[in-house]
């Protein structure tokens, strides 16, 4: 005779539903609360300035990186191209701003003569980008 009892095996039931509840609830709270900020493919150091003040970006930027290249937009732009592309962005837009945002280490030369061709592409107020003499 056998008096002991037989105990059946059971099985773990593991209720995950509260875990995707918590998981999907964090997903959430991080969406929201996380900041995204536009960083621009274009990488540039700006120069520093002691009297740099923040402006309304425009619509356009044109960048010029140390190595002397341009882009319209954060697209490359040859330099023989950036005239008709500023003309028809101008006319496209109707804005008469446009922010130069030059690397520190770019050619004097090169800044003078990009001021020129967005001058003769019809924009008329054209502002420089620095950092603040403080800023990182």
Known sequence: MNFRERHKKRSMILNVTSLVDVLFLTLIF????TTFGHSPAVTVTLPR??????TVDT????YLTKD???FL???AVAEADLPAALTRLRSDTGEDRMVLRADAGAEHGNV????DVIKQSGFTRISLSARAAGAE
């Open 49 to 54: 300035s002691a009297t740099a003040e923040e």
């Open 30 to 33: 991080l969406l929201v609360t």
């Open 59 to 62: 619509l356009s930027i044109v």
């Open 73 to 75: 937009d954060e697209q």
């Open 112 to 115: 003078v003569r990009l001021i």
């Open 68 to 70: 002397g290249r341009v």
